[in-house]
Every structure is written in structure tokens, then in C-alpha cells.
């Protein structure tokens, strides 16, 4: 069992940045790991992953602006947000993929104003 707690969200204007920490319970060095979103009244989607080997994918939405990276050292996933816009606000969750299940964080929130 694994257990996530997110933190670092909060209200900001348009331009500015934010960066989301994820810290796990346990390792998470051999675990893929990602950040999903969730805008209201939209489906969750995926903002951005990380295999265990460092490779790095993210929506096209946030190319350029946000950086998914991981402190294997201190079971902790982070997500720099820069440039922020009014559309990226919604509850970022952090995921962990493991070889039985997913596991996901409470949320944090973040709210972009224009």
C-alpha cells in the first residue's frame, strides 16, 4: 500500500508559476509516475509522466511550460508549472503505477486568475 499527499497549490495570477510536490510512503524509485488534472465539470486528464528510466512525456497543452521531475532519494514527484494560464486551474492529482495497481493522491488545487 502506498500512500500520496500533494501539496504546493494554491491561487495565482496568469503568468506566474507554482510547483506541486507529491511524497510517497514508500519507494517509488521502479514506479512510472504522473500528474493528471482535473477542471470542473471536465474529465481528468493527463498533464505529464515519468517512467522509472527518467523518459518524460507531457500534453501538448503544457509543453514548454510545465516539468515533471522525481527525487527517488526522497520518494518525492514534483511538477513545475511556469507561465501559468486561467484554462490550467482545476485539482492536480499525482498517480503511481505499479505492477498491481494505480495509487493517487487526495488533490491540491489551483487556481489560475486572468
Known amino acids: 500500500q502506498v500512500q500520496l499527499v500533494e501539496s504546493g497549490g494554491g491561487l495565482v495570477q496568469a503568468g506566474g508559476s507554482l510547483r506541486l510536490s507529491c511524497v510517497a510512503s514508500?519507494?517509488?524509485?521502479?514506479?512510472?509516475v504522473a500528474w493528471y488534472r482535473q477542471a470542473p465539470g471536465k474529465q481528468r486528464e493527463l498533464v505529464a509522466n515519468?517512467?522509472?528510466?527518467?523518459?518524460?512525456n507531457s500534453a501538448d497543452s503544457v509543453k514548454g511550460r510545465f516539468t515533471i521531475s522525481r527525487d527517488n532519494t526522497k520518494n518525492t514527484v514534483y511538477l513545475q508549472m511556469n507561465s501559468l494560464k486561467p484554462e490550467d486551474t482545476g485539482v492536480y492529482y499525482c498517480?503511481?503505477?505499479?505492477?498491481?495497481?494505480?495509487?493517487w493522491g487526495q488533490g491540491t488545487q489551483v487556481t489560475v486568475s486572468s
Open positions: 498517480q503511481i503505477e505499479t505492477v498491481f495497481r494505480s495509487y
Open positions: 515519468m517512467g522509472s528510466g527518467g523518459n518524460t
Open positions: 514508500g519507494s517509488i524509485s521502479t514506479f512510472a
